[in-house]
């Protein structure tokens, strides 16, 4: 069974026709080999073969400005702490917005989203944010979590 379906591969490739101007850097951390087994924690990954398909698709909407790079975390370091895990920035610049698990469902419009502000450098944010981000003085993560629940 495909991740995404035919015509939402094409709305994609329509959106990412419009909207992308320069490159974007995609980064796919799995664990390969198990398939849908279930395993004990830390080994294997249910939704690893899932989520190259999924960011498969994404590259294949826009090849020339779209790369990706699967990660085998069991044979490269790698410095994430779950697989799947993908990532999404500027080539040469670490990412700074990444995904645990498998995007689907309500998630895909944010990775969408996330390439489309990485290509064209909008941001999004108004010049309220960006003024009380200006007083910072520490790194901040921040960490958002979707459940459909």
């Known amino acids: 069974m495909a991740i995404l379906p035919d015509h939402v591969k094409q709305q ?14 995609l980064t796919l951390y799995t ?9 004990p924690a830390g080994l294997g990954c249910a939704t ?3 989520a190259r398909q999924m960011a498969e698709d994404l590259q294949d909407a ?11 975390v069991t044979r490269e370091e790698a410095d994430v702490d779950e697989v799947p895990t993908l990532t999404v920035g500027p080539p040469g610049a670490a990412p700074r917005l990444s995904w645990q698990g498998l995007p689907a469902g309500l998630e895909f419009a944010t990775v ?5 502000r990485v290509s064209t450098g ?6 309220a944010s960006l003024e009380a981000m200006a007083g910072l003085t520490e790194p901040v993560d921040v960490m958002v979590f979707a459940t459909p629940t």
């Open 12 to 25: 994609v490739r329509d959106r990412f026709a419009d909207r992308l101007s320069g490159p974007v850097q």
């Open 31 to 39: 664990r390969p080999g198990t398939g849908r087994l279930i395993l």
């Open 48 to 50: 690893c073969d899932d």
């Open 62 to 72: 826009a090849p020339a400005l779209l790369k990706l790079s699967v990660v085998d």
């Open 112 to 116: 969408v989203d996330a390439i489309e």
């Open 122 to 127: 909008d941001h999004g944010l108004s010049d």
